[in-house]
């Protein structure tokens, strides 16, 4: 079974990501996280498959998280979520480390499924 973990400071979209997932794919487990500190404290407890991480994140921001997880966790899948589709969020998405990225406004989710099936035969 697949373990997600959203990390996400907007609640209205991190629940609103959840229960899309959740009907999409019904036998994910998926955790949730506000802040980097937060999500740190989990991947460490009990390390997920895939995060979805936002950029923008009170504290350490979802950049330097995917660097310090990547290092620790290099196993971890990590795709970057943000509003702002500018090329240098990307660039340095795939710099510190992110192996995906997707702009919220414009989740395809095809690309998601895919995703998350490639993800849960790796695990297999």
Do not use: C
Not at 32 to 50: F, R
Not at 65 to 87: A, N, S
């Amino acid at each position: 079974m697949l373990k997600i973990l959203l990390v996400e400071d907007n609640r209205t979209y991190r629940e609103a990501l959840k229960e899309n997932l959740i009907q999409q794919f019904p036998t994910l487990t998926i955790d949730e996280a506000e802040n980097g500190e937060e999500a740190l404290k989990k991947v460490t407890k009990a390390p997920p498959q895939l995060i979805f991480m936002d950029i923008r994140l009170p504290g350490i921001n979802g950049l330097q998280l995917t660097k310090q997880i990547k290092r620790d966790f290099p196993g971890i899948h990590i795709t970057m979520l943000t509003g702002y589709d500018v090329p240098e969020y990307r660039q340095a998405a795939s710099q510190y480390g992110a192996d995906g990225f997707f702009v919220k406004e414009s989740l395809k989710w095809d690309e998601i499924r895919s995703l998350i099936e490639f993800i849960e035969k790796q695990v297999q």
